[in-house]
């Protein structure tokens, strides 16, 4: 049906009324189903396409009546309707989509880490930095040339042990973001500590 049908249907020229909702929904349903089916759609780019189809017709009766359809009965429709259809005919689309999200979670989380690792290990030498002579210069030649230098030989060795595997940059930093999840994070400050002095060492 046309928009200007699906008004007339459901006595809507003057506004959305109650007790139709459920109704409504079905023939949405059946849009989104037609929609579907005229398009062939068995990967996650066809539904979408499918899914514009639907979401122009609906803005467009609400375009048409006085304040619009209800904005939570889109979200209600798209909740109850449109996702389950979805999994149905692009399951394998949307397991990649919730393992791409999740690899990307994970990243952020990793990332978040290493940034506590970093701030923190500044936090704690921050005084001695700006005090230094180079305070001037990046806190990376502080470390390189005060903190490394000076580090004691167990500690340098613990170093060297953790990341005996790592033998370049990619490899170090992989393991880095390893450790990082596991490390104590009250203490990612020594966690950096023993990075930096690998990276010194490479």
């Known amino acids: 049906?046309?928009?200007k049908e699906y008004i007339a249907k459901y006595s809507i020229s003057q506004g959305w009324r109650g007790g139709i909702q459920n109704r409504f929904l079905e023939d949405m349903r059946a849009e989104l189903n037609q929609a579907?089916?005229?398009l062939k759609v068995d990967n996650l780019g066809a539904f979408?396409?499918?899914?514009?189809?639907?979401?122009?017709?609906?803005t467009s009766i609400s375009n048409k009546i006085p304040y619009g359809i209800p904005e939570q009965l889109w979200n209600y429709f798209y909740a109850t309707i449109v996702c389950p259809k979805r999994e149905e005919l692009c399951g394998r689309d949307m397991d990649q989509v919730r393992e791409d999200k999740a690899k990307k979670s994970e990243a952020f989380e990793i990332n978040k880490l290493k940034n506590q690792?970093?701030?923190?290990f500044f936090k704690l030498h921050e005084k001695e930095y700006k005090e230094s002579i180079w305070a001037k210069k990046?806190?990376?030649?502080?470390?390189?040339?005060?903190?490394i230098k000076k580090a004691n030989p167990d500690t340098i060795a613990?170093?060297?042990?953790?990341?005996a595997e790592s033998h370049d940059w990619e490899s170090l930093d992989e393991q880095f973001e390893r450790e990082v999840q596991i490390w104590n994070k009250d203490r990612l400050e020594d966690l950096?500590?023993?990075y930096i002095i690998r990276v010194s060492r490479l």
């Open 192 to 194: 950096y500590l023993l």
């Open 117 to 120: 690792a970093k701030s923190k």
């Open 48 to 58: 979408n396409n499918a899914m514009k189809v639907v979401s122009a017709k609906w």
């Open 36 to 38: 579907c089916e005229d």
């Open 1 to 3: 049906m046309k928009p």
């Open 158 to 163: 613990e170093a060297d042990a953790l990341f």
């Open 138 to 147: 990046p806190f990376e030649v502080f470390c390189r040339e005060e903190i």
